[in-house]
């Protein structure tokens, strides 16, 4: 005589039937169904002996249920992330809800995409332009003012200083002169093209000259020793009278060599006399 194998729940006889093996109890399909089938985490209903159950985290799914809650692609054989809400996204849709927002579009930037971290910030690498031209910077240097990003040109043509003289950026190095920026290239003799950086100069009408082409080019003659009147060194002083000019120290009586500086004087032709000597003559 065959020994009884019968359901836990309802004691039918289970020989030569389909049942279920559930916690050490065999278990007929129809109360398994009943009793003990999990309920699916999707669409609440039990999942039945016949149906295949997918689980994650104790929580369980008939397998067409398992799909991703944004774009219900099915899920069983497919990377997938579960979120704190309790929805199961597929991979494509989990970076996107979770994922970094690019600083300009505001879109997600996918991971694998090309794009540029800058201060704990990421931007799509097509987002990431100057704030003036407007074009992407990619690989190029970049600078930065407040929150607004400059590429190198656009950086140097609306902060860079501007060169007195050329009137172009100045990007690096440069001198300074009455208080006006050059580059060092652009500072040098209007006649010789010397560059007067380091050297001793003079400047005449808005330009710089050396001492050389200053003296020969610009520099008034001095009535008295013919020589320039360049204001360097010895005699800085200048005397001028009737469109003539002196050193201060060749302005002297033709007679008695008396300096005249400051001091009454007579003009015969070329040459200055005091009083004394002139009334002599």
């Known amino acids: 005589m065959t020994e009884r194998f019968d359901c836990y729940y309802c ?43 997918l689980n994650h985290k104790n929580r369980h799914w008939h397998e067409d249920c ?9 899920l069983a054989n497919e990377p997938f992330s579960a979120r704190d809400d309790g929805k199961i ?61 400059y590429c190198g040109p656009c950086h140097d043509k609306k902060f860079a200083k501007k060169c ?44 710089v000259y050396c001492v050389d082409c200053y003296k020969t080019s610009v520099a008034k003659q001095c009535n008295g020793c013919k020589n320039p009147i360049t204001g360097f060194g010895h005699g800085t002083n200048v005397v001028n009278y009737e469109g003539h000019s002196w050193h201060e120290y060749c302005f002297n009586c033709k007679k008695c060599s008396l300096s005249l500086a400051n001091k009454r004087f007579v003009i015969n032709g070329e040459n200055i006399y005091c009083p004394d000597c002139a009334k002599k003559l």
């Open 89 to 149: 996204m597929c991979g494509k849709c989990g970076s996107r809800e979770d994922g970094n927002r690019c600083q300009a579009c505001y879109k997600v930037v996918m991971p694998g995409t090309q794009n540029v971290e800058y201060k704990k910030k990421v931007w799509h690498e097509e987002c990431f332009t100057c704030f003036e031209c407007k074009q992407p910077i990619r690989s190029q240097s970049f600078l930065n003012k407040g929150d607004d990003i």
């Open 164 to 207: 007195f003289h050329c009137k172009q950026p100045i990007t690096s190095g440069g001198i300074s002169y009455q208080d006006q920026p050059w580059h060092s290239e652009c500072f040098v003799c209007r006649t010789c093209r010397k560059n007067l950086a380091g050297t001793r100069f003079t400047s005449h009408e808005e330009h």
């Open 66 to 74: 398992f799909r991703c809650a944004k774009c219900y692609k099915p």
């Open 11 to 53: 004691r039918d006889n289970l020989h030569g039937k389909k049942y279920i093996k559930k916690d050490e109890k065999h278990v007929c399909t129809k109360c398994f169904d009943k009793l003990c089938a999990n309920t699916c985490a999707e669409c609440r209903r039990p999942i039945g002996a016949d149906a295949k159950e």
